[in-house]
């Protein structure tokens, strides 16, 4: 069974730096893009970073690019997000991503919470 488990979240200040790390298994991980999503309080869910054909290929929106960095260790089996510079705005819930077999499918999701 296709199953994605975040870790990493907590608090942090402005500046500091996290990594959170998806755990995956059930499916063919180096072959299936991988995403990072974020749901801010009261939010909606938004695509934030994607990795695809085996780590080479990554995308980000505007307002984590030269921040974030997402990456993926194909033994391991682990998407990693490390999060540099973090801001206010990046406090959200962070879910790992991965859509196969017709459907998306989801970690329960970290919380992480960047506060003064």
């Known amino acids: 069974q296709v199953q994605l488990v975040e870790s990493g979240g907590g608090l942090v200040q402005p500046w500091d730096s996290l990594t959170l790390s998806c755990n995956a298994s059930?499916?063919?991980?180096?072959?299936?893009?991988m995403r990072w999503y974020r749901q801010a309080d009261a939010g909606i869910r938004r695509q934030i970073a994607t990795?695809?054909?085996?780590?080479?290929?990554?995308d980000y929106i505007q307002s984590i690019k030269g921040r974030f960095t997402i990456a993926q260790d194909n033994t391991k089996n682990i998407l990693t997000l490390q999060m540099n510079d973090q801001k206010l705005e990046d406090t959200a819930v962070y879910y790992c991503?991965?859509?196969?077999?017709?459907?998306?499918?989801w970690g329960p999701g970290t919380q992480v919470t960047v506060s003064s």
């Open positions: 990795i695809a054909n085996v780590g080479t290929t990554t």
């Open positions: 059930g499916f063919a991980f180096s072959k299936y893009v």
């Open positions: 991503n991965v859509r196969l077999y017709g459907s998306d499918y």
